[in-house]
């Protein structure tokens, strides 16, 4: 079954039902950017993913969020992992939710690559919110300079969940989005000097030789 292209021409969870209405075997490879994802197939389900950071339904999460890269199926990829028991409807529907969701988020976070920083005044009532343990985990690494994806491998969600929690820290207060960090200015070289045209220097030939012999000095 030879199944390649790209992204934007077809959609990840188009690909997926396609796979499961063949019964295929095998693993489809995405690329995207530095990001590389593989989904593995048995009999058309969904049996074990994963990217450079994450394995299982982590994975699924992270890869469902790329909407640019080259994909290609191989029937000869195989695996013997065994990290996900999800059938591919139960996919597409939380596909669904988390386009919605995403919608929502990039409203105030516009990637993966922005930087949130701890509000250093909260505001009143703040103190009474009571956070949950992944919601602690993920605040735990907010420092102003890490990006959404780089707090996402270190605690180990994906992306869209760690945006999913920040967006949570940034509308109740506790979290905002951080200025991104000016761009040095290149120092201004000066100017070399024009340069000099040569002049051309026109030696006066002695008298009585060729043309010059013609005007001789009185």
């Known amino acids: 079954m030879a199944l390649q292209g790209n992204l934007e021409d077809f959609e990840l969870t188009d690909l997926f039902q396609l796979i499961q209405l063949g019964q295929k075997d095998g693993g489809l490879r995405i690329t995207t950017g530095i990001d590389i994802g593989v989904v593995y197939f048995k009999d058309g389900m969904i049996i074990h993913a994963k990217t450079n950071h ?25 695996t013997n992992e065994h990290t996900v028991d999800m059938p591919i409807q139960q996919v597409m529907l ?9 919608n929502k988020i990039q409203k105030i976070i516009p990637s993966f690559d922005a930087v949130v920083k701890i509000v250093e005044v909260p505001k009143p009532g703040v103190e009474k919110i009571n956070l949950r343990p992944e919601e602690w ?8 300079a890490k990006t959404i994806r780089q707090i996402a491998n270190k605690t180990q969600l994906s992306e869209f969940d760690t945006a999913r929690i920040l ?24 100017k070399p000097p024009p340069k000099e045209e040569k002049k051309e220097i026109v030696e006066e030939k002695k008298e009585g030789g060729g043309l010059f012999g013609l005007f001789k000095k009185k």
């Open 54 to 78: 994450y394995q299982g339904e982590p994975a699924i999460d992270s890869i469902l969020t790329w909407e640019k890269g080259q994909f290609i199926f191989d029937p000869n990829n195989e």
């Open 167 to 190: 967006y949570g820290l940034i509308t109740s207060g506790l979290a905002s989005l951080a200025a991104p960090p000016a761009m040095p200015k290149k120092p201004v070289e000066p």
């Open 94 to 102: 939380d596909a669904a939710r988390r386009i919605d969701e995403l």
């Open 137 to 144: 985990k993920v605040l735990s690494f907010v420092d102003g």
